[in-house]
């Protein structure tokens, strides 16, 4: 079974800068997650997906960050402009449903640097 | 609101000495908790997670966590430490049941020794 992909791996961009990161879920999982980790911390979700809605996106700056998943499948995350403390690594990870038990499987991240 | 605490930012042990990873939580309501490792340049992959039923979970990779519900506490633990085990763990709490959202710790990292 193929996990969650994601791209690029890695991103170098300017301050200001606009920059769009993408994740394709495991197949059938309807619930998609945008997480940031800053170096030190642990994830930090920005918004939740379950199908092409949005269950929860309270934590997402949303002056500069948008996200999508149009068709319900595969998803995009967009910071424009960039900032600084936007330095961190955007992992992405799914579910099958909502629900307390399901494990989330992760994406191997991409790891943003604004200079 | 539910929360975790992990206490250590770095664990060192030798190999083959008891691995101990300490996390409390904070929640209003029966928690379900996690714990992930993160090894360097990968995602988060779920070690174990307990949801109620026994108290003493057992994981992957011979981790296991107890649930002490008096001490609020899920700490990891394995009896004898490998080398492969080096990397950074988080323990996690379901924030809210109707979204399944994670709320994580800061995370520790393991480092073993040879």
């Known amino acids: 079974e193929a996990g969650v992909a994601q791209s690029p791996r890695y991103k170098i961009i300017e301050k200001r800068q606009s920059v769009a990161f993408w994740c394709n879920p495991i197949?059938?999982?309807?619930?998609l997650y945008w997480y940031q980790q800053i170096l030190g911390q642990g994830p930090k979700l920005l918004i939740q997906f379950q199908n092409n809605g949005v269950v929860d996106d309270s934590q997402l700056p949303k002056d500069r960050f948008s996200a999508e998943r149009l068709k319900g499948v595969d998803s995009t995350l967009k910071i424009q402009p960039a900032k600084l403390e936007d330095s961190a690594v955007y992992l992405c990870?799914?579910?099958?449903?909502?629900?307390?038990?399901?494990?989330?499987?992760f994406g191997p991240g991409t790891r943003l640097t604004v200079l | 609101a539910q929360s975790v605490t992990q206490l250590g930012s770095h664990v060192s042990v030798s190999e083959g000495a008891l691995v101990l990873l300490r996390c409390n939580y904070s929640s209003s309501v029966p928690p379900y908790l996690f714990w992930y490792v993160q090894y360097p340049n990968q995602g988060l992959q779920l070690l174990l997670k307990y949801t109620s039923a026994a108290t003493l979970v057992k994981g992957i990779n011979g981790f296991e966590a107890e649930f002490k519900k008096s001490e609020t506490s899920f700490h990891l633990t394995k009896p004898s430490a490998h080398m492969s085990d080096a990397a950074e763990y988080f323990c996690a709490v379901i924030h809210s049941s109707n979204t399944g959202k994670l709320i994580f710790g800061q995370g520790t990292t393991l480092q073993v020794k040879p």
């Open positions: 990870a799914s579910s099958l449903q909502i629900a307390d038990y399901n494990e989330q499987f």
């Open positions: 197949s059938g999982h309807a619930t």
